[in-house]
Nanobody, 114 residues
Framework: QVQLVESGGGLVQPGGSLRLSCAAS????????MGWYRQAPGKQREWVATITSGGRPNYADSAEGRFTISRDNAKNTVYLQMNSLKPEDTAVYYC????????WGQGTQVTVSS
């Protein structure tokens, strides 16, 4: 049974930082591409960042230069370090795992507000 469990969300002031984690189980983690998406209230889910099985990252324009995606295959975990957070980054953040099929986590809320 595949499980992706996100953690690390919360309330942060503008300009602050958060690190999200997504722990995977039930998959051969190292062969999966892992990604982060987000969904703000009233908006469609949007892509934030992806990291390939080989460790190559890619970022949406909104994340480039502020967010860093990384993975630890020994811990079956993917991370999203978010710096210089803005109110428009407020959303539920989801991780996914892709290898043929796509698996999703339940999400973690990130709120950027003063």
């Amino acid at each position: 049974q595949v499980q992706l469990v996100e953690s690390g969300g919360g309330l942060v002031q503008p300009g602050g930082s958060l690190r999200l984690s997504c722990a995977a189980s039930g998959i051969s983690f190292s062969i999966f591409a892992m990604g982060w998406y987000r969904q703000a209230p009233g908006k469609q889910r949007e892509w934030v960042a992806t990291i390939t099985s080989g460790g190559r990252p890619n970022y949406a324009d909104s994340a480039e230069g502020r967010f860093t995606i990384s993975r630890d295959n020994a811990k079956n975990t993917v991370y999203l370090q978010m710096n210089s957070l803005k109110p428009e980054d407020t959303a539920v953040y989801y991780c996914n795992a892709v290898w043929g099929l796509v698996h999703w986590g339940q999400g973690t809320q990130v709120t950027v507000s003063s």
